[in-house]
């Protein structure tokens, strides 16, 4: 359970638990001075010489209430400190589990119910453990504590006090099970407003250009009447509990009343301990209300926790542990398909790439070009069969350090938001100044560079929205050279190019000295490769060298780019 904290925090656990016991201290110390002053009070009515004995009493009132202050004041402090860190613990485990997810996986994830896990469900949880566990801990020492010191002065008041808080509670907890229901439909109705939100964000474009902001509108505020209906229900619950805590204290307090005056008739209870008993009941109160909110905080935390459970326990990729060394780490290695499926995309795929070999991979759209290369980089793994690379299966390779050797340049791997040079580095953080210029020399990034006024720390946003595709493409393709990686994929490094960037694409695939693997869809580009291979409906048709695949019938279907610049 999510909810548990985690070994590391037992230490936060004691503090708070110190600080229940502190405050139940201070309020004793508070309500011993009230008795002792009242009883003072008293004797001394009438009396030539009075407030003799005050000082005393006074000072330890002001010691006490001082002291009650301060760790109330510290107990907030420390229960944020608690959930903040049991959070920010949980958030990297969610990153984990999204970064070691198969790509498709969590390619079919909604921006919605991503922002859900690590906003919504993450604040839900917090709450529970700063404001529901902190609290129970705190208030509960405190309560448990008030009724024992009861119950050394009057058992009959220490019973009935804790017969009326246990009938509160039972009320409380009944209502629980209502107040899930409503936390979970209101989580729901959040969900989607966020999903449609974030869908929004990124085609509000399609929405202004077919002209359907109305529509759109209208939806959004079917979504939003939605959510207000349902918190609004939620809410009606809350405040039942809310209601059945104030009853408790009331109870608690007639009790008091009732019982204390029949004690004191019967002569087991003095006038000033029923003062102090009523004094600490008033600090007791915000204590008692504090518990009556714990099945709040619960209930929406269990919700939420439901949802990060079930995110968690996704099936993960396999890791890997292997790496690749010696020579082949510099020159690249032999890649080899035996066989390899992949659901209905890739039909028992066999071949090999030597070492520092160009291989061109074509054909119509929907053939399986892209996933071919996405299982290199291991984006995807095989249904069935293997990929190898110097012998070793790619299964068995740490994924960290598989994807130091591969570097990959596709339309789906955009820039970042951040500075340019931010984003050149980003494969390889640790290239020097001579590796990151050498790039931007080869990529004819230099002039462009100057003309900014910031450079290479000019601000992108996000996918590089503020570059033309152009900019994009050199700029995607230059991140993926730092370093001059063994093995470069390219994903149609040729789309949408303007004639000097194919040229710019053209030479550096033909002077590349590791393994490049290309998916291209033109007859120029292919024909840089040493060999091709020509997929439909996931099979390998035809393959050979360029030039006897580039002449046959499949290569001059008319959805081909014959070197034409698009």
């Known amino acids: 359970m999510l909810l548990l904290l985690a070994t590391d925090q037992r230490r936060h656990i004691l503090l708070l638990t110190a600080v229940g016991i502190g405050q139940m201290t201070s309020a004793i110390a508070v309500m011993s001075g009230i008795r002792t002053l009242f009883e003072q009070l008293i004797a001394s009515a009438g009396s030539a010489v009075t407030g003799t004995a005050q000082p005393p009493a006074l000072l330890l009132i002001t010691a006490g209430f001082l002291t009650l202050a301060w760790l109330r004041a ?34 079919k994830l909604s921006r919605g119910s991503l922002l859900m896990r690590f906003t919504g469900d993450l604040n839900a949880v917090r709450t529970w453990v700063s404001l529901g566990i902190a609290r129970l801990l705190v208030s509960g020492v405190f309560t448990v504590t008030t009724l024992l010191w009861l119950a050394s002065i009057s058992p009959a008041i220490a019973a009935t006090t804790a017969l009326s808080t246990a009938a509160g509670f039972a009320a409380a907890w009944y209502l629980g099970g209502k107040l899930r229901l409503r936390a979970r439909e209101a989580r729901s109705r959040r969900s989607v407003l966020i999903s449609n939100i974030a869908e929004k964000s990124t085609t509000l474009s399609v929405v202004q250009v077919f ?21 609004i229900g939620r809410a009606d619950v809350i405040g039942q509990l809310r209601g059945v805590s104030e009853i408790t204290i009331g109870l608690v307090m007639l009790s008091l009343l009732y019982l204390g005056s029949y004690e004191i008739d019967q002569g087991r209870l003095e006038t000033t301990q029923l003062a102090a008993i009523m004094g600490l009941l008033i600090l007791l109160a915000p204590s008692l209300r504090s518990l009556g909110r714990i099945n709040e905080y619960w209930h929406a935390a269990r919700v939420s926790n439901e949802k990060i459970e079930a995110f968690l326990q996704r099936k993960e990729q396999p890791q890997g542990r292997g790496g690749l060394s010696g020579p082949l780490r510099r020159k690249g290695a032999v890649i080899t398909f035996e066989k390899v499926k992949l659901h209905n995309r890739l039909n028992e795929i066999s071949g090999t790439v030597a070492a520092g070999e160009k291989l061109a991979v074509t054909g119509p759209n929907g053939a399986g070009k892209s996933s071919l290369i996405q299982l290199i980089v291991r984006l995807l793994d095989p249904s069935s069969g293997r990929i190898t690379i110097a012998g070793r299966p790619m299964a068995k390779l740490g994924l960290r350090q598989l994807r130091r050797q591969v570097s990959i340049a596709a339309p789906g791997l955009p820039l970042l938001r951040g500075s340019i040079r931010r984003n050149l580095l980003y494969r390889n953080s640790r290239a020097d100044e001579a590796e990151l210029q050498r790039v931007i020399e080869l990529c004819q990034l230099g002039s462009w560079l100057a003309s900014l006024p910031k450079g290479l720390d000019t601000q992108l946003t996000e996918n590089g929205g503020n570059l033309s595709q152009g900019e994009q493409q050199r700029l995607m ?58 997929l439909e409906q996931g099979s390998i048709v035809e393959r050979g060298a360029a030039d006897f695949v580039l002449n046959s019938s499949f290569f001059s279907a008319p959805f081909f780019n014959q070197g034409r610049a698009a």
């Not at 944020?80 to 969610?94: C, K, T």
């Not at 002209?211 to 918190?231: G, H």
């Not at 149609?492 to 000295?513: C, M, S, V």
Request: net charge positive; aromatic share 6%.
């Open 477 to 534: 393709l230059a991140r993926a050279l730092v370093g001059s990686p063994p093995i470069l994929l390219l994903d149609e490094p040729e789309l949408n190019a303007d004639p000097k960037t194919r040229h710019l694409f053209q030479r550096i695939i033909g002077d590349y000295l590791g393994t490049v693997i290309l998916v291209t869809h033109d007859a120029q580009f292919a024909s840089l490769a040493d060999q091709v291979w020509y």
């Open 74 to 107: 510290y107990e907030r402090s420390a229960a944020e400190r608690l959930g903040q860190n049991h959070i920010a613990s949980l958030r990297l485990r969610l990153f984990d589990q999204l970064c070691r997810m198969p790509a498709d996986k969590a390619g």
């Open 211 to 231: 002209a359907q902001q109305q529509r759109e509108k209208q939806r959004l505020k079917r979504q939003s009447d939605a959510l207000v209906n349902a918190m």
